[in-house]
């Protein structure tokens, strides 16, 4: 019976494991472009909001993460924004959209929206000041 059991257990791991699969820019373009069809009956409804539903999470979870980090995006945008974002940023780079769906959509919403470091604007008016001030000793 135990090693039923410990047969049982190891084939559960290896079939976990082999269906394991990261989202790539490819399967959530897929999902993505599930919206652009429209339904033929209620089963194809069901399985569009499913899908979209599921890619709006992903980028949103993405979104949450490094909102603020790598990426500052202004107040008031909707998850129906960023999923239009990523979509079009995943059609114009075909050639990445094999690679990790995370990183494909902190790209896409970096382009979107690029970080604004709120010290550099103090750092160049600081480099201004002392550069009128240098001239102005250097005259004097």
Known sequence: MRKLFFVTSILLVI???AFAQFETGNSLLAK???DDVTPA???SAVEIVTYSALATGYISGVYDVFDGHTFSSPKGVTTTQLADIVKKYLKEHPETRHENACDLVRKALQEAFP???PALPKMKEQNIVETKKKDKSEKD
């Open 32 to 34: 993505l472009e599930k």
């Open 15 to 17: 079939s976990v494991t």
């Open 41 to 43: 009956d209620m089963e």
């Open 115 to 117: 970080l604004k470091s």
